[in-house]
């Protein structure tokens, strides 16, 4: 699962998904990662339940948690493969691998953020290319996140759910949560925003970070005083864990398909497993 652009398009939502949909089968499903922005004492790394984010970085650590799945990481991902392999698993699913040219795959799956699309189209650093727009055409699935997925493309939309505390699990309707301060680093943070804004969220105060960010406990209590409560994005909490305040809430989404075009997805790679 990748892209062919830089910065945030939904990769680890649609890969959430798809261990889901498979554990949901009755499958073994591993998750192999770069694991960037982690610096493991070895690698190949298998994640564990209290693995944290220095360690694996912060996509790899959200997955482990939301889903229980076995999750390697190794900057040669045919490494975490192989480790993976040896746990006995159904599935191996790579996040954001499309560019790793020398691991072996069956399926393919393309992201595109379907309100940036691919902008002018020119490579990195001039546009946000990573690789040219006729990658598009050689890959099994093609999933629009927002927007209007033009014709080939899968609709994929974020569905929110209730904003979720770090410190007691309680849940409640973002719109129930007062003088909101809100922050993301993720690879487009003004997506977050546009999300709590159509949740009617009471955000008073907007900060985004770069991508992967290693956040110090000064820089976020410091963000407290411009508001009484602070809303993030799970990825964003997965870093936060450890000095969080009971005041601190994060959005969980989850990848939404048209029913139809889900069955195809699943089915597709049930078929290839067999």
């Given at each position: 699962?990748?892209?062919?652009?830089?910065?945030?398009?939904?990769?680890?939502?649609?890969?959430?998904?798809l261990v889901e949909q498979l554990?949901?089968?009755?499958?073994?499903?591993?998750?192999?990662?770069?694991?960037?922005?982690?610096?493991?004492p070895y690698y190949p790394y298998l994640l564990t339940e209290t693995t944290t984010p220095d360690i694996a970085g912060d996509e790899p650590v959200l997955i482990k948690q939301r889903t229980k799945a076995e999750v390697a990481v190794a900057p040669i991902r045919s490494e975490a493969v192989k480790m993976l392999e040896q746990q006995g698993?159904?599935?191996?699913?790579?996040?954001?691998?499309?560019?790793?040219?020398a691991l072996q795959r069956d399926i393919e799956?393309?992201?595109?953020?379907?309100?940036?699309?691919f902008g002018n189209q020119h490579y990195i650093p001039l546009g946000p290319l990573?690789?040219?727009?006729?990658?598009?055409?050689?890959?099994d699935f093609l999933i629009c996140n927002g927007g209007e997925p033009q014709e080939n493309e899968v609709s994929m939309r974020?569905?929110?759910?209730?904003?979720?505390?770090?410190?007691?699990?309680?849940?409640?309707?973002?719109?129930?949560?007062?003088?909101?301060?809100?922050?993301?680093?993720?690879?487009?943070?003004?997506?977050?925003?546009?999300?709590?804004?159509?949740?009617?969220?009471?955000?008073?105060?907007?900060?985004?970070?770069?991508?992967?960010?290693?956040?110090?406990?000064?820089?976020?209590?410091?963000?407290?005083?411009?508001?009484?409560?602070?809303?993030?994005t799970e990825k964003d909490a997965v870093k936060c864990q450890s000095f969080a305040q009971s005041s601190w809430w994060y959005l969980p989404v989850d990848a939404q398909f048209p029913e139809e075009k889900a069955q195809q997805i699943l089915n597709k790679i049930i078929e290839v497993k067999e």
């Amino acid at each position: 699962v990748g892209n062919i652009t830089a910065g945030g398009n939904g990769k680890t939502p649609v890969v959430v998904w798809l261990v889901e949909q498979l554990q949901l089968k009755g499958y073994k499903v591993g998750v192999a990662s770069r694991g960037y922005g982690g610096k493991a004492p070895y690698y190949p790394y298998l994640l564990t339940e209290t693995t944290t984010p220095d360690i694996a970085g912060d996509e790899p650590v959200l997955i482990k948690q939301r889903t229980k799945a076995e999750v390697a990481v190794a900057p040669i991902r045919s490494e975490a493969v192989k480790m993976l392999e040896q746990q006995g698993v159904d599935f191996i699913i790579t996040d954001d691998g499309l560019q790793h040219y020398a691991l072996q795959r069956d399926i393919e799956f393309i992201v595109i953020d379907g309100k940036r699309r691919f902008g002018n189209q020119h490579y990195i650093p001039l546009g946000p290319l990573r690789e040219g727009v006729e990658r598009l055409s050689s890959v099994d699935f093609l999933i629009c996140n927002g927007g209007e997925p033009q014709e080939n493309e899968v609709s994929m939309r974020l569905q929110p759910s209730e904003a979720i505390n770090l410190i007691t699990g309680e849940r409640r309707s973002v719109s129930s949560l007062s003088n909101l301060v809100a922050f993301a680093g993720i690879g487009h943070p003004p997506r977050f925003f546009e999300t709590l804004n159509q949740l009617k969220a009471n955000v008073v105060h907007t900060q985004g970070f770069e991508d992967h960010k290693a956040f110090e406990q000064t820089e976020i209590e410091q963000l407290m005083k411009h508001g009484d409560q602070l809303i993030m994005t799970e990825k964003d909490a997965v870093k936060c864990q450890s000095f969080a305040q009971s005041s601190w809430w994060y959005l969980p989404v989850d990848a939404q398909f048209p029913e139809e075009k889900a069955q195809q997805i699943l089915n597709k790679i049930i078929e290839v497993k067999e």
